[in-house]
């Protein structure tokens, strides 16, 4: 929020109101001093809040596809057919730490990395494309696609 000065001003000109109501006037004196101040403390308050504010909208997290981290297009595979069971992307150094060997075994799957990109957009388009290419040919997503 970018107004903290117009809000406190604000505020001081209705602070100085009701005191110059309350007082029958005796406030007249201080009212600049009322305003001047509140203004300055909206001012601080804004400023602070605009400081959070732009901290939190220049985070980018790992998903986002606004991330710049190295991210990994992969393929799950089913260790005795070799059918895809699932292709994805990853952010993780080691891409194959994206699931635990719980996972792997679980789904008799293994990963191959099929690709690596500088920005997680780029690897997302890959994914979408695989991905596409896989529903054209065989009618549906590859079983592991979705998790509900």
């Known amino acids: 929020m970018k107004w903290g000065a117009s809000i406190g001003t604000s505020l001081g000109i209705v602070a100085s ?16 001093g009322i305003v001047a101040g509140m203004g300055a403390g909206g001012t601080a308050v804004g400023a602070a809040a605009d400081a959070i504010s732009d901290g939190v909208n220049s985070y980018v997290h790992g998903n986002s ?3 710049n981290l190295q991210t990994y297009v992969y393929e799950l595979v089913d260790r005795a057919t070799s059918d895809t069971l699932k292709y994805g992307i990853t952010s993780e150094q080691n891409p194959r730490d994206r699931y635990n060997s719980d996972y792997y075994n679980a789904n008799n799957a293994d990963m191959v990395v099929l690709g690596s990109y500088s920005t997680r957009w780029m690897a997302r388009a890959e994914e979408l494309r695989l991905n596409g290419n896989y529903v054209i040919n065989n009618g549906s997503f590859p079983p592991l696609t979705f998790r509900w």
């Open 17 to 32: 109101a009701g005191c110059d109501a309350g007082t029958a006037g005796a406030c007249v004196l201080a009212n600049p």
């Open 65 to 67: 596809t606004n991330s």
